[in-house]
């Protein structure tokens, strides 16, 4: 089983910036891509940024140009930047690895980002 470790959530103002950080240990064998995701309140989870092991990205189209996903191989670790941040990203973040046989079937307990004045 894979655990995950998320840090760094926080209240913001709006136009603020945060920095999220998620380790991941347990039954790592090879990850393919880390990612974050993220859960607003009566919403679906979903995909906020991935990062692949060979350097592509995947954004989210309304964190594009804000949210930068960075990632430490030796460390099995993650990070968010997420600049200019707005209302309307207020969630619990989540992150997750994608091996073999897909996303993690686990989650950890999130972190949670409120964006408001």
């Known amino acids: 089983q894979v655990q995950l470790v998320e840090s760094g959530g926080g209240l913001v103002q709006p136009g603020g910036a945060l920095r999220l950080s998620c380790a991941a240990s347990g039954s790592i064998f090879s990850i393919n891509d880390m990612g974050w995701f993220r859960q607003a309140p009566g919403k679906e989870r979903e995909l906020v940024a991935a990062l692949a092991t060979g350097g592509s990205t995947n954004y989210a189209d309304s964190v594009k140009g804000r949210f930068t996903i960075s990632r430490d191989n030796a460390k099995n670790t993650v990070y968010l930047q997420m600049n200019s941040l707005k209302p309307e990203d207020t969630a619990v973040y989540y992150c997750?690895?994608?091996?073999?046989?897909?996303?993690?079937?686990?989650w950890g307990q999130g972190t949670q980002v409120t964006v408001s004045s």
């Open positions: 997750n690895v994608r091996q073999r046989l897909g996303w993690s079937a686990s």
